[in-house]
């Protein structure tokens, strides 16, 4: 996966958060770093999947400067959450769709309370539960956001399978 | 540097991890709005300004279709109120020499009140910060508009909150409830009234009156008393609840925020 691939996959889903964002309605913009993130570490292998951590990262750091509080803690909630998904993947069959729907799940909702946690240690007044209660719609948006690129993905990475190779 | 070549993903998220606490750090101190922050803020500022727009209009467009009837029966109540406000403007109305007389009076007793409309920048909100549980938002108007930390923002509601940080041609606003300061208040029924609220775990406004057998009733509408950092009159809420705690001998209450924080779209800065 390259760079010059990479990079403009995500400044465009840079560039497009904040249209989501008023677009949906009751808070289910998906985010797009987060999730193209976290499907193509889940769908690439490992070797692979360096500059989408290291693009990721500093997009993160830029959505965070642009628009957060504190800069800084989309990072490292989507370092963990990226580092979780590469983690589970050397130990479980992802080519099943219920395996890689459930990691991907488990990953967003990591990457929400890691940011919940982070919000806490910086004085923010918001209790665990009122936040979590706050997020299902978010995690919906970013599920089916995310299962799009699967199929997509799955389309793509599956193009020859027509060609009569497997028979 | 084998292990490092051999583990390069690890590698890669050991030290931006640590990248993102020297950064997150730094940020805390409250030295992000200048450098890096604030010259990417201004350029994105502007990237975020259209395309907030184009997602509004296209959701204000949609949402239009479906909800015909609630609009025009809204526009009706909306006529009606413009109605009795023209008349109770007509009944209100100072002429120009009590109102130089007030204006006199309040420079001799050095009064802070948002006076003149020098005294407000109105902005357009062009991003939340993308957390449906906090109430953080970036606003179209910065220091170029003479905004600074800790001017307070107001919308035709009531309260809002303050900026918290400022760029040329944008501020980050941070609710009242997302704060951990306390507010000091009054009741617009009786002005002896006073106490202190603050935002909660829960996401509501929640307090205590200073007096120890307070009459507030539920109901009653809450505005700043001019203590503290926020000027005086301008409307905080309702009181939802009351209880008397005899742990610590005090009047509590719970208040409903009179400003619908996910519905904002424009609100005004007090310089």
Redesign the interface.
């Known amino acids: 996966m390259k760079y010059r691939v990479i990079v403009p996959v995500f400044a465009a889903a840079l ?11 009751w ?1 289910a ?1 998906p ?1 797009l770093i987060m999730s193209s993130g976290l499907m193509l570490c889940l769908f690439f292998e ?2 692979k ?2 500059p989408v ?2 693009t990721g ?1 500093v997009m993160e ?13 989309s ?2 909630a989507f ?2 959450a ?2 979780l998904v ?1 983690f589970v993947r050397q130990f479980i069959n992802i080519e099943n769709f219920i395996v890689a729907a459930g990691i991907y799940l488990a990953a967003i909702l990591l990457y929400y309370v890691l ?2 946690i ?2 806490a240690m ?6 665990f ?3 979590m209660s ?2 299902p ?2 995690v919906i948006g970013n599920f089916i956001f995310g299962m799009i690129l699967y199929i997509v993905f799955l389309v793509r990475l599956n193009r020859h399978r027509r060609d009569r190779y497997f028979r | 540097m084998r292990w490092i070549r051999e583990h390069k993903i690890l590698s890669a998220a050991i030290g931006i991890l640590a990248a993102a606490v020297i950064i997150f750090s730094v940020s805390m101190s409250g030295s992000g709005s200048g450098g890096i922050t604030g010259m990417f803020g201004n350029l994105y500022s502007y990237v975020e300004k259209h395309m907030t727009a184009a997602g509004r209009a296209i959701s204000e467009n949609v949402s239009g279709i479906f909800s015909y009837r609630e609009l025009m029966k809204e526009n009706e109540e909306l006529r009606d109120e413009i109605d009795e406000l023209k008349e109770e403007m007509n009944r209100m109305s100072l002429n120009e020499e009590e109102l130089e007389d007030l204006r006199e009076l309040s420079a001799a007793l050095n009064y802070d009140f948002i006076g003149s409309s020098d005294d407000i920048v109105t902005a357009t909100i062009i991003s939340f910060d993308g957390l449906n549980w906090t109430n953080i938002f970036t606003i179209n108007r910065g220091s170029d508009s003479g905004i600074e930390e800790g001017d307070v923002v107001i919308c035709g509601d009531g309260l809002v909150g303050r900026v918290s940080q400022t760029g040329r041609n944008w501020a980050k606003v941070m609710s009242l409830i997302d704060e951990s300061v306390k507010i000091s208040f009054k009741s617009e029924d009786d002005t002896d009234m006073l106490g202190i609220i603050e935002g909660t775990s829960d996401g509501e406004l929640s307090g205590y009156m200073l007096e120890e057998k307070s009459k507030i009733k539920e109901g009653s509408r809450l505005v700043t008393s001019g203590v503290g950092m926020y000027p005086d009159g301008i409307d905080i809420g309702r009181v939802s609840e009351v209880w008397y705690d005899s742990d610590t001998q005090l009047t509590r209450i719970k208040v409903t925020p009179s400003v619908d924080f996910m519905a904002l779209d424009k609100v005004s800065v007090v310089l």
């Open positions: 560039v497009l958060q904040p249209f989501l964002n008023t677009l949906l309605p808070g913009a985010e490992s070797e999947v360096l951590l290291i990262s750091l830029l959505s965070d400067m642009a628009g957060a509080q504190y800069a800084g803690f990072v490292i370092v963990l990226v580092s590469i940011i919940w982070l919000y910086a004085g923010s007044p918001y209790g539960v009122y936040a706050k997020i719609a978010a």
